[in-house]
């Protein structure tokens, strides 16, 4: 194991961790808040252990990380910003008790978005803006994760989408990963800034746009309001629909967009699910609440489609309690926390493309079943994917439903009653944030046993790693003849 | 497509049909019923039609099936002894309603065991004696289904687990197929005359004790008693218990272990997992039940016991109510009704062994992450498996779960609460009969929508006919150029 270089890493990730910990500062300043203090003393703590760990490290530093090396380095880098991200709270003494700090920083950086907070408007406007950055900062962190990392590691079928998903490959787009990642950056944080402009077009402040954005682009959920982007005007809510809708696309199409090359952005399959997927679900529970409440149509239409939107990205903002739909309205917002947004996104769970693979599987057995002597071939976007891939990509699929089925059964065991536990499980594993039972929309967290919420955390991380790279680190082989 | 032949195949099964309908007019004479002349009539109906269909296709027949004609046969053979299967029903009046009836037959012959009786004891016992009969035939179709039909069609992966997951070549065993299903068959009955035996030691007469052997072996679920098993002593329910482990053992095992062959049965992948499922999940129900009741031990594992090999058999017998136990324990039961017993058994469900592949095909991948150069395969009984036929059998995982949500979706929309379409459906797609929600043990299906039977008497098909047989008839493909 190259410690060395491991702490290195986790040097330099504090020390952006800590610059960006000032930011917040700004805020007491211009709302004459007493955190400045608290939030300071948090900033130098973490600059200075990231200082600590970058430079004790540099001597014979050799700059290689194995595999077991980088799954483990992954997976560690969400605990510690998690662990510096608390300071915080804990110094300003906003949030009380150890594990409720614990679940809301981890629910930040992996951009899953639940709460522990039982009055969000009750907190200094400064603590609220580093919540809702570390959303922002979790996004950032998932841009180099899915450009990056998780190809290279063949996590998750995640080599195959880079290729063939996304219908670019790497070395096409750009000879250097890093060159890459800061191109992605360059996209999310200008769609960052351009919905903060645009929300301001509506009756919004710039505080609270810019938190709305942060949150939005990083389909993280957390929002400045008590009753969420409800909050807010029709106006700033179609905003926030459009852009949770992009932050839940590819962004390697957003760069293609860009570039003008839009015959290859509309005729990627996944696109075109996630947009049929959407409209179809918005229209079937449109018209169930227009059944149930003679709501007025573009009121119900609304509803529908931001609640649809959000829950498929995984953001989770909300502008209704879909808990209080008929049934079958939020049966289908359940299930859509297993559907997630589009592969290269900072969307969370399971991803469309997955669906549409294993979609195209099921077909392709039934070909073989009648043609057994014929060769059929599943082909993504043009290019061919083979019985191996197909494997490790479904692999996923039954690994994250053993995740969220284990994870049920020890909510269950803890107390929670069968709903709540299923819908909770599957919003953190999802990275939703709101989920069914008593952890609604119109809910939070606090109730939950203290237990529960270090698993909810975990699930947290384990989904938003996208499963392998953390539950690789709990098998024996992982640990085997590595020291 | 070769009419002929397959309206011949469907005159003998017939004919078959009519004869074992003779069998409750006995029971009719026994007890003084008046119900002779129905089943009567109901018994030559199907004879006359039988014998028609038989003699009327003999001339110029070609005794070949393709593909698509096997499939097709295969699913309207459960179709056409259901609709004759009603006659009895009918023709004495015991059941009103069409889709009622509908229901109850097909939930025999599927050996799921739902039911829409209120008050099972006010039926004529002879009626009830069909009841219980069509679980039996059923599960001798089910028999030749899986030693000679699925293997050849290579569906759900079953060309895997005749030759690799069993332990046996097809070939191995004997040369004739037709040969092999009658010593499994011979296996099925004498176990069922064996149980009958051994229950009437117990406090038990011959009519209740033959009734529920053909239940149990055939792994049904129907009862003659309201309470269902819970109606007999604690030696009947032992006896009961330990049969419909049997039950959901591999046939060929039974096979083999009569054949002296115990080291092949007892290092069984399947066979051990069975059973260390089993246990572990009885202790833990135990230990719930200990917890929050303070029972006696004996009962607390006794109820315990019964109701997890009555589930992941896919019975459905019970001694008592589950949905009684803290949610913790039926949350475990609901959970055991995606499990399923071992493939070659009368059982319904996913089975043990795709949960075995599954597992040991995510171990592979975590193999295959840490040493991406290196070749791993996945063994099953000391044979390899390929990553074409793990495929095969995710694929069919991958379906299941994918009817199983689609079905509770359109529950759900038919004004079915969120619990119980997903019980019932889970139920009654795995063949295990009662569910969670308004469908547990201590209830039924009579209240459900006539639309949501109709559902869910087509869902029991496609569960017992491992899903694609019935759902490639579904798919444009499968009727493109056939005639
Ligand atoms: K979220
Ligand atoms: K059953």
Redesign the pocket.
Known sequence: MNIRFIINIFGRVLILLGLFMLTPIIWAFVYGEDTVGGILASSLITLAAGTVMYFGSLINLRKELGLRDSYFTVTFTWVVISLFGMLPYIFTGTIVGLPNIYFETVSGFT???SSILTDIESLPKSVLFWRSLTHWIGGMGIIVLVVAILPLLRIGGYNLFKNEASGISYEKLTPKTASTAKRLWGVYVALTFIMTAVLMFGEINLYDALNHAFSTMA???FSTKNESVGAFSAYVQYVVTFFMFLAGVNFYLHYHFIKGRFKRVFSNVELRTYVTVILTVTIMIALVILYADHAPIEHAFRDALFQVISIIT???FATYDYLQWPTPAWTLIFLLMFVGACVGSTG?GIKVIRHVVSFRNVVLHFKRMLHPNSVSLLKINGEVIDDEKVSSLITFLVLYLFTFISGSIIMVFLGTDTLTAVGAVAANLG???PGIGTVGPASNYYHIHDAGKIVLSFLMIIGRLELTTVIILFTSMFWDKYR
Chains 1, 2 share one sequence.
Do not use: H, K, S, Y
Request: overall charge neutral; proline content about 0%; charged content about 0%.
């Open positions: 951009t899953t978005g389909t993280g959920g995984t953001t989770g969370g990275g939703v944030g």
